[in-house]
């Protein structure tokens, strides 16, 4: 919690206290600290740092197609390969609980996640490296849950994100909007406080590249908020600028996202990630996934380090819910390629691929860890929960 915001620093108990996946996502610090206890395979490549099934979302690529991937890098950094897939495997054993699950359904959809894992990284081997750099997953196509993400990207557009976080100041037809309250959560920012975070746009402009930065120039800026945002990022600064472009039915959203460094960095002292958080979450970024966020960069505000992207556009995530019945282990194998893709990108396919071998033992040993992994989790939420750090809702 060291340098967070105090008055949010319940509120992120509070979240982690909902249950053992709710504490899972806002742990990511505890299991790099259990994860660096363990022997590693020492095989490097950037680690997405937080893989967990809810990590795994849609969203709109530069061209304007709907991407599905890995969308949360906060805590990447370059690592053991297998730590990703050690945290996707709890992740699955303790979403599949959460859907209805038995753990040994749970457990064969972590099986079937690093199965799928080793086996693309077997075909990226004998890949010509250009080509493992620009894989399409097809097996999106066969995952309800990725459809129901995807429709759900659909249909956020700018425009539905502005009459979600936006309101006309008053009833005359026409009135200019701004951002509508709604405390903790959404708090607008004015004076010079709405200055500074507008100032961040100076260095976040000069490292965008040419054609990105002659697109901004086309937006100004009208309303600046606090957002409180997902379950590890809790307590940390988030601000969202309100821009308009083309008239008001032309609205970008840019959310300027305070990075700590990686929970994985005082484990890694060769790891040497960039200097700048927010440069190292965005480059990280870049190298696992095949479309990236245009507006994707980095800034800085009164000493911290902030990393720049859109907010909300077309991006679509699933639930726990959608992970029901045969569900899980579709989705399951979707996250075992995507890492794999991502790790393909980032790492050596040829050395991965070699030591897992051809054989089950590697995937059965990552879920027999998501099993035991996920009972830990249970039992340091219920620790959190006897702590009286996070209130108890009725």
């Known amino acids: 919690m060291r340098g967070r915001v105090p008055a949010l620093i319940a509120l992120k108990y509070e979240l982690m206290a909902e249950s053992p996946f709710g504490y899972f996502r806002g742990a990511a610090p505890v299991m790099a600290a259990d994860l660096a206890q363990l022997p590693s395979t020492g095989i490097m490549s950037q680690l997405c740092g937080d893989a967990h099934v809810r990590n795994l979302g849609a969203y709109a690529a530069p061209d304007g ?16 390969f297998e730590w990703d897939l050690k945290r996707m495997a709890a992740s699955l054993v ?44 097809h097996r ?8 129901m993400a995807l429709a759900k990207a659909e249909r956020a557009t700018p425009l539905h994100t502005l009459e979600q976080l936006t309101a006309p100041v008053s009833t005359r037809p026409g009135a200019p909007r701004r951002f509508k309250e709604s405390k903790p959560v959404l708090t607008r920012v004015t004076g ?17 590249e040419p054609q990105r930065r002659h697109l901004l120039s086309f937006y100004r800026p009208v309303d600046v908020a606090f957002k409180v945002v997902g379950t590890g990022s809790v307590g940390l600064r988030d601000y969202c600028i309100y821009f308009e472009g083309n008239g008001p039915a032309d609205p970008l959203f840019l959310q300027i996202k305070e990075e700590a460094a990686s929970a994985y960095a005082p484990y890694l002292p060769d790891a040497h990630p960039a200097p700048h958080n927010g440069q190292r979450t965005a480059e990280g970024q870049r190298a696992m996934q095949i479309q990236t966020d245009p507006f994707l960069g980095w800034t800085h505000m ?24 045969a569900n899980l282990k579709a989705y399951a194998e979707v996250c075992g390629e995507l890492l794999a893709r991502g ?24 879920a027999d860890f998501g099993v035991a992994y996920a009972d830990q989790t249970v039992k340091d939420w219920e620790q959190l929960r006897r702590s009286g750090k996070a209130k108890q809702k009725a």
């Open 65 to 80: 197609r709907l991407a599905f991937d890995i969308n949360d890098f906060d805590e990447t950094i370059v690592g053991p």
């Open 343 to 366: 790790h393909g990108r980032s790492g050596d396919p040829q050395v991965i691929a070699g030591y897992m071998g051809s054989g089950t033992a590697c995937a059965e040993a990552m």
């Open 94 to 137: 303790l979403a599949g609980r959460a859907a209805g699950h038995r753990d040994g359904s749970a457990r064969k959809a972590a099986v079937a996640c690093v199965e799928r894992y080793a086996a693309q990284m077997r075909t990226f081997a004998h890949m010509p490296q250009l080509e493992v750099n620009r894989f399409q997953v």
């Open 302 to 325: 009164g000493g911290r380090q902030y990393l720049v992207r859109q907010l909300n556009d077309h991006k679509g995530s699933i639930e726990i819910g959608d992970l029901a019945g």
């Open 140 to 147: 999106l196509g066969l995952a309800k849950a990725v459809h």
């Open 192 to 208: 010079a406080r709405a200055a500074a975070v507008l100032a961040s746009l100076d260095p976040y402009r000069e490292m965008l």
